[in-house]
């Protein structure tokens, strides 16, 4: 080793010895006059460049940039390993350098040291680096039974720390249903099944929003049991109708009797929530109670529908449960069986 390596070591070492006194000064205490003390803050974005300045004038004998108490250059050499610092040749009086691909990691104090005739002065800036909000953990979705308790979780870094909503969507309009990570859902009902979006932002970027689908299974209820009158060798329609989730599948039946699709010229229809028996020429025997069976994993209901003529069947249907129709028949029986002993 020569003799100006020797030197050289030297002075490094009396650098990081100056420099670890310097940072020694608690913060508050008043700065020396010379120094800057915490001049600016710098504030870049994850990922892009930050270039930190610092002037000198033509006395100046040494300087280093500092990161925290790591020296990162003295003169124009590098003590950094990162290859991402780069010193700035740009002016004589200036000793500036630039951080390339910017992360959280770099966040902190940088000291810009200058010694002018032995007597040492400091620049200190900050950096902050922000980064834009985003989701790093979201639920998934869920498909639970009615009454359940369910719980969403949305987890979202970001700096400045980001600001998380819940809002729920559904077919009936959409409200926030909270602000923070968690939703919390005990006894969940059917109306409480749809879309829960949850959104991060902290004003860097636009907001991050994903979406959790929360499914809410619940038994079939028959929403809607119809037909119309239909005359023998017409074409006659049973209609049935349940909500529910999982969608239900329908059975037909005629007091006992299964009935099958494509027997005895029938069809049986299912589509989403409604179910359709189709007599394709109904005959006399065709008319009468039909039971509509609608199930799911969750429950089971059935529901009649009477399938009558027009007019006539159903209303004789209707006579045989009247009470007034009974006692009206009931007199027509007496007063024939009267007017027979005549
Ligand atoms: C610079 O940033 C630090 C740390 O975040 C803060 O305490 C200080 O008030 C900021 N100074 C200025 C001038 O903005
Ligand atoms: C600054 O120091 C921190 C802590 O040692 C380190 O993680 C970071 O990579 C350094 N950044 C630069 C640009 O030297
Ligand atoms: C998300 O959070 C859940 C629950 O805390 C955890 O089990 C899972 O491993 C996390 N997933 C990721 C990608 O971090
Ligand atoms: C749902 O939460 C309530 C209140 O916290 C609790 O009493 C109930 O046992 C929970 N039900 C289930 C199925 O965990
Ligand atoms: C309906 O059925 C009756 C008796 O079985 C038959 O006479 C008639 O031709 C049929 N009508 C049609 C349109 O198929
Ligand atoms: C049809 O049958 C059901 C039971 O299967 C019964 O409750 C209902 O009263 C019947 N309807 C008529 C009009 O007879
Ligand atoms: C319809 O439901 C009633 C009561 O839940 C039940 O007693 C009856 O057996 C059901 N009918 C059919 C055809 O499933």
Not at 131 to 154: F, H, K, Q, Y
Not at 176 to 190: F, L, S
Not at 204 to 229: C, E, F, L, W
Request: proline content about 4%; glycine content about 8%; hydrophobic content about 40%.
């Amino acid at each position: 080793m020569g003799i100006t390596g020797y030197f050289e070591l030297q002075w490094k070492c009396l650098v990081v010895v100056a420099l670890r006194l310097l940072f020694l000064v608690p913060a508050g205490v008043p700065a020396r006059s010379g120094d800057s003390y915490l001049k600016d803050n710098i504030t870049v974005r994850q990922g892009d460049s930050a270039v930190l300045k610092c002037s000198m004038d033509n006395k100046v004998s040494r300087v280093a940039w500092l990161n925290r108490t790591t020296i990162l250059f003295t003169g124009n050499e590098k003590w950094s390993l990162d290859p991402r610092v780069v010193l700035l040749n740009t002016a004589v009086n200036e000793y500036s350098i630039k951080i390339l691909n910017v992360n959280l990691y770099d966040e902190g104090p940088y000291v810009c040291s200058i010694l002018t005739n032995k007597k040492p002065e400091s620049t200190k800036v900050h950096l902050i680096v922000q980064v834009p909000a985003r989701i790093v953990n979201v639920s998934t979705d869920v498909s639970v039974n009615e009454g359940s308790n369910v719980s969403l979780m949305c987890l979202a870094i970001g700096r400045p720390e980001p600001s998380i909503l819940w809002k729920f969507r559904s077919s009936k309009g959409n409200r926030i249903v909270t602000e923070g990570e968690y939703v919390e859902m005990t006894g969940i009902t059917k109306d409480m099944s749809g879309s829960y979006d949850c959104i991060t932002s902290n004003d860097i970027s636009p907001p991050d929003v994903r979406t959790v689908q929360v499914t809410v299974n619940y038994p079939p209820v028959i929403s809607r049991a119809r037909s119309t009158g239909t005359a023998v060798g017409q074409k006659g329609v049973l209609w049935c109708e349940a909500s529910a989730v999982p969608l239900a599948d329908f059975q037909w039946f005629k007091g006992e009797r299964r009935i099958l699709n494509g027997f005895n010229g029938v069809k049986i229809e299912n589509k989403g929530k409604q179910s359709m028996l189709t007599f394709f020429n109904v005959s006399e025997e065709d008319y009468g109670n039909y039971t509509c069976v609608a199930i799911n994993t969750l429950g089971i209901t059935n529901a009649s529908i009477i399938l009558y003529g027009p007019g006539a069947i159903h209303d004789v249907n209707n006579a045989a449960l009247s009470p007034t129709c009974s006692l009206l028949l009931l007199t027509l029986l007496l007063t024939l069986s009267l007017l027979s002993k005549f």
